[in-house]
Structure formats: structure tokens, C-alpha cells
């Protein structure tokens, strides 16, 4: 049987909805388990350490991939993926042996918290599903849409089965992880027959020097922007010292994640077209963006005016208060739609991104203290929506000042902030309904 014809882009937009999906049904499954609110703030808090702890490298490594496979010659494309296998098995073991070794160190520090249940098998589960995360883009790289939806059905249906089906056996959040370490186990597997498919297994010092000196400001970037979004998380545990109220930030501070995961898909698959076609590559981002915020901007005033009567459902009661974060967390629908990274990464102006971002890491900070001694946790995140708003602003200002790029060459403007008014409008009549 022929299968519908799709492409990259959509079949990268659906793994990443995926993605998302499963994690917000995680939660799902997780609130509804029966399990103490504090049991849950206890997963969330290894989700959290397990984040700052990989975020910025992993996502500086696939942000380079497509830009630094399309500059290899045929031959060096054909040892790409192996050492790139090694360079994320190599780090994970780093990892695992760092976390270990110092955990009286690391759990105190980034969680308030003297021990953590559980930290150990969580560590054996990052070590073990740290190196399939390239598949994705391997597939991209390879062109091989249904290959991308068949990997995203395949792990992250099994990802919710092994989160939820254990709580609701009443087998404990312990079963819960170890059945997520054997998924991570398999995932470890297939990716490596994946290589073996894709690769010569070649080890080639040279490939793995030359693809870290590109990613390595990607991985700073990226570092400083998870210090920017985890700072938030750092500074509720640390000024509340309470896992119930860790956990209803951790469960209102997301953003829509079909918008999360849409755009960041999109803008990956932008860079080949923009690095060839610079020109037309804009168009092209315009265009799309301007098709996908139809989409998600009225998606996220819908949710605007049903995420409080939602959350208790969808979650349970003790989890109201998050509503109201969220609603501000929706307002991030707007900036997400600037995407002047992907301009950047195409025409390989990556510095500018990490210095951009420590901009924006210092008005987090003095914002983030600020609006929470005033405002509580929704001052907090207040904090996250605007400071947000500093990197986009920074990286738009560098393309027309430095390349000659204007805001107006790869974004429509007014139809930008007629849809973004109305947000914000739709979010000022929420307050008042709700």
C-alpha cells in the first residue's frame, strides 16, 4: 500500500506535537494517578535536573546537524553519523558519571532539596535515552518523512505506556521509571541500528572536531536560553522550598505545546532552504509563518478563555491555581513566531545568538526576583513573557543593522500585530471573566 505523500517539514511538525503530546499526557496521567501532589513534585524535580543537565547540549548539537551535514562533502556525510553517535553516547556517559559523583552537590543546588527518590535510576535512564535523540534529524537529513512519524509514534506512545501504566496497576512511581529506563534501553538499540543503516562505522576525530567547533555557540546559546527558562523553576523551588508548589508552577509555566512544538519544527526545516536560497528562503518563512499563526493564534485565545474551568479537569483540583500561569505562558504564542535563529544558523552567524542571550539571561534574573517579591508566581512568569521578548528584539536588530535583513522581509508585520493585539485582548477579557 503507497502511503499519502508528506514532507519534512510536516513530518518534523508532527514528531515534535508528538513529543510534546506525550510529555502533557504524561502529566496527565500523572495528576490523575492518584499519587500526592509531592510525589508528583518529586518526578517533576528529576525532570527538571535532567533538563538543566542536557537541554543546552543536546539542542546545540541537532541545531547543528542539518547546517553541518549539508557542508560536508559526499564522502565525510557518509562517518557523520556514526561519530555524531559517539559524540552524544560519549557526553551521556560524562553525564551519568558527573551526576553520580556529585549529587550531594547537584541536588541541593539546583533543587533546594537535601536528597531526591529515585535520582540514581533517573540517572541510568538519562545515560541510556540521551543518544537516540538524533534519529529525528537523521531521518530529516535522509529524507525520510514516515520514517520521522513512525520513530515519534513508536517511542512516544511507549513513553506514555511506560509512565502511566504502572501508576494505574497502583505499582508506585519507582515501576514507573524502571519501565521507562528499559524503553530508553530499546531506544538505545534502534538508534544504533539506525547508524549502522545510515553510516560507516568510522571514527573520525577530524568530523567530531570540526561539528563541535560549529555547535559549540550553538550549545552556549542554547545553555544560557535553558538558564533563561529554567531560572524560573530554580527560583520557585528555592524561594517556596515546597514540592506541592513546585509542582503547580512546573504544571502552569508551559506554553501551548502545539505551538512549542510547530514552530520549533518549522524553523529546523527552514535553515537548508534559507543556506541555499537566501532570498527565497524568506519568502518562504514569511509565507508559513504567516499560514501557521492562523492557526495558532486563535487555537491560544480559545485556550485563553478555557484553561481554568480545563485544568481541574484535565488534571485535578489541586492543580486550579496553574491556570492562571498558563494564560500568561499563552502570550508567548506572539514572539514564538519570530524566528530570525533559523536566519542566523542558515547563514552561520552563530555567535551573535549566545551574546543576544546573555542579554536576555540578565533581564530574566533582576526581572525574575523582581516581579516575584511583587507579584508571586505570576509575576514570575510575567518575567519569562518578556524577557523572551529581549532575544527576538536583539536577534531582528542584528539582521537588519549587521545583514541588511529587514524585520519586514521574513515576517508580515501587519498581520503580526492585528493578531497579537488580539491576544493580548482576548487575555485582558479572560482576567475579568475568569
Not at 543536546?58 to 547546517?67: D, E, H, S
Not at 559524540?87 to 549529587?103: K, N, R, S, T
Not at 552537590?105 to 541510556?128: D, R, S
Not at 508506585?172 to 524503553?183: D, F, N
Amino acid at each position: 500500500m503507497k502511503l499519502p505523500t508528506v514532507t519534512t517539514t510536516r513530518a518534523l511538525q508532527l514528531f515534535q506535537v508528538m513529543r510534546q503530546g506525550a510529555v502533557l499526557l504524561g502529566s496527565v496521567l500523572l495528576a490523575k494517578s492518584g499519587l500526592a501532589t509531592s510525589d508528583i513534585g518529586v518526578y517533576e524535580l528529576l525532570l527538571y535536573i535532567g533538563t538543566v543537565l542536557t537541554f543546552f547540549w543536546v539542542n546545540g548539537l541537532l541545531q547543528a546537524m542539518p547546517a553541518t551535514y549539508s557542508r560536508l562533502s559526499a564522502e565525510d556525510q557518509q562517518d557523520f553519523f556514526f561519530n555524531n553517535f559517539l559524540v552524544f553516547a560519549g557526553i551521556a556517559v560524562g553525564l551519568f558519571v558527573l551526576m553520580l559523583g556529585g549529587h550531594q552537590i547537584l541536588v541541593p543546588v539546583l533543587t533546594g532539596m537535601a536528597t531526591l527518590p529515585y535520582y540514581t535510576l533517573f540517572c541510568l535512564f538519562l545515560l541510556l535515552n540521551l543518544p537516540s535523540f538524533p534519529v529525528e534529524y537523521i531521518y530529516l537529513l535522509q529524507k525520510k518523512p514516515h520514517h520521522i512519524i513512525g520513530w515519534g509514534v513508536g517511542s512516544f506512545g511507549l513513553q506514555v505506556l511506560a509512565i502511566g501504566l504502572p501508576l494505574f496497576l497502583g505499582l508506585g512511581l519507582e515501576r514507573s521509571l524502571q519501565a521507562m529506563v528499559l524503553l530508553a534501553a530499546l531506544k538505545f538499540a534502534y538508534t544504533f541500528w539506525v547508524v549502522t543503516r545510515f553510516s560507516r562505522l568510522r571514527f573520525r576525530p577530524d568530523l567530531i572536531r570540526s561539528y563541535l567547533v560549529f555547535a559549540g555557540p550553538l550549545m552556549l546559546n542554547v545553555l544560557v536560553g535553558n538558564v533563561v527558562v529554567m531560572f524560573d523553576h530554580w527560583l520557585a523551588g528555592w524561594w517556596y522550598q515546597d514540592e506541592a508548589v513546585f509542582a503547580i508552577f512546573r504544571y502552569g509555566a508551559r506554553e501551548f505545546p502545539l505551538v512549542q512544538a510547530l514552530v520549533s519544527a518549522l524553523g529546523v526545516a527552514l535553515i537548508p532552504n534559507l543556506a541555499a536560497h537566501l532570498a527565497a528562503g524568506l519568502d518562504d518563512m514569511k509565507a508559513m509563518t504567516r499560514k501557521l499563526g492562523n492557526v495558532l493564534f486563535p487555537l491560544s485565545i480559545v485556550l485563553l478563555f478555557i484553561s481554568k474551568p480545563l485544568f481541574p479537569l484535565v488534571f485535578n483540583p489541586d492543580f486550579a491555581q496553574s491556570a492562571s500561569l498558563f494564560n500568561i505562558y499563552m502570550l508567548m504564542t506572539a514572539s514564538r513566531l519570530w524566528l530570525p535563529n533559523s536566519i542566523l544558523l542558515a547563514t552561520g552567524r552563530t555567535s551573535i545568538i549566545f551574546w543576544v542571550g546573555l542579554l536576555e539571561l540578565a533581564c530574566k534574573v533582576v526581572s525574575g526576583f523582581v516581579l516575584l517579591y511583587f507579584f508571586g508566581l505570576p509575576g514570575l512568569a510575567w518575567s519569562a513573557v518578556l524577557t523572551f521578548w529581549v532575544e527576538k528584539a536583539g536577534l531582528a536588530w542584528y539582521l537588519k543593522a549587521k545583514q541588511g535583513i529587514a524585520l519586514h522581509q521574513w515576517m508580515d508585520m501587519r498581520w503580526f500585530t492585528g493578531w497579537s493585539l488580539l491576544l493580548l485582548a482576548a487575555y485582558c477579557v479572560s482576567l475579568a471573566l475568569f
